[in-house]
């Protein structure tokens, strides 16, 4: 299946204006995909502020994000994002 958001790609929220980047899908039985959208580390504050889960068809690419490596897991190694299937 392919979709319109690759994970890792930076979105915006077209109704709060809430960006970051894309770290997880969700696809729900009637056809709902939410994506759960983890802002940037807050410096100043020194945390990292709360992601939040918007439907799919609201949000628009604004960046390419980060990459995805999708190389298989060495012993310890929590990098591996699997290809989907």
Known sequence: MTYRIKL???VRDNITGF???ATARTLWLHGCERILVQPPFNKKEQKLPEAHTFDAP???IIGDGVLID???PAYGDNTYVPTQH
């Open 70 to 72: 999708n190389r298989p």
């Open 8 to 10: 890792g790609q930076e």
């Open 19 to 21: 960006q970051g980047v």
């Open 58 to 60: 609201q949000l628009e």
